[in-house]
C-alpha cells in the first residue's frame, strides 16, 4: 500500500455486520440526535490516519469522534476477505444521509418499500404460488418476517407473521414456508445492499468491493 504519513492508522476494520450499524449511527446523527464525542486516547482522531500521496486521510472509523472527523478512506474488510479502504463519500452518500427526523423516516419507509417487494415477489417464487398484496400489505409482512426471524420461539411474533403471510394469500400449513420465508428474507436484504469499491490506500487500486445493506 501507498503510505506517505509515518503514522501507522488502526488495524480496526469496518466489517458489513458492523458497516449496517455505523451507518445507522451516522444516519441518526444527520437527524439531529446525539452523538458521543471522545475516544479514549485520542484526543485528535486525525493523528490516527496515515495520509497518501494525494493527501487523503485513511484509517479506521472507530478512530473517529464524530462524523466531521472520519478519514476520507476507511479501512473495511473487502467481500473477497483482503482489507482495504472505502471512500467515506461512498459508505455514507449525502442521498443517504437524512438532514431531520422526518427525512430519516422517509430514507427507511423507502428502503423497507423496496426491500418489501423483493421479499413477497421472492416468497411467492419459493411457495411457486401468487401472493396478491398492496404495498403497504407487502412491507407489513416483511417487517413481521424480519421480527419472527429474531425471535423464534415467541408465539406472539410467530402469530403476527402468520396473520400477515394469511392475508397476501400465502398457506400458513405449507411446510416449506419457513426455509421460503428464510430465502426470501435473503432476497430482501440483497435489494437494498450497495456495492462499494475497496482500495489499497492509495484511493485508486481496487482490490475488492465491499457490502453495505
Not at 22 to 37: E, F, K, P, Y
Not at 80 to 86: D, I, S
Not at 139 to 164: E, F, G, K, P
Request: charged share 25%; aromatic share 4%.
Amino acid at each position: 500500500m501507498n503510505e506517505n504519513s509515518t503514522t501507522r492508522p488502526s488495524r480496526r476494520l469496518l466489517t458489513p455486520r458492523r458497516a449496517v450499524a455505523a451507518v445507522g449511527v451516522v444516519a441518526v446523527a444527520g437527524a439531529g440526535l446525539a452523538l458521543g464525542t471522545s475516544v479514549a486516547g485520542a484526543d485528535d482522531p486525525t493523528d490516527q490516519y496515515g495520509t497518501n500521496q494525494a493527501g487523503l486521510t485513511y484509517g479506521s472509523l472507530f478512530d473517529s469522534t464524530s462524523p466531521d472527523h472520519e478519514p476520507d478512506l476507511i479501512r473495511v474488510l473487502a467481500t473477497n476477505g483482503r482489507e482495504g479502504y472505502a471512500y467515506q463519500r461512498d459508505l455514507n452518500p449525502p442521498e443517504l444521509e437524512p438532514a431531520n427526523p422526518e427525512e430519516a423516516g422517509e430514507l427507511q419507509d423507502a428502503r423497507d418499500q423496496k426491500a418489501a417487494a423483493a421479499f413477497v415477489d421472492a416468497l411467492a417464487d419459493e411457495l411457486n404460488t401468487r401472493l396478491a398484496t398492496t404495498p403497504d400489505d407487502a412491507v407489513d409482512a416483511y417487517r413481521a418476517a424480519v421480527d419472527a426471524s429474531h425471535a423464534r420461539s415467541d408465539n406472539r411474533v410467530q402469530d403476527t407473521l402468520a396473520t400477515t403471510l394469511t392475508a397476501l394469500g400465502a398457506d400458513e400449513d405449507d411446510a416449506q414456508q419457513t426455509a421460503a420465508i428464510d430465502d426470501a428474507l435473503q432476497a430482501a436484504a440483497e435489494a437494498v445492499q450497495r456495492e462499494i469499491p475497496v482500495y489499497e490506500s492509495d484511493g485508486t487500486t481496487q482490490i475488492g468491493v465491499f457490502i453495505s445493506g
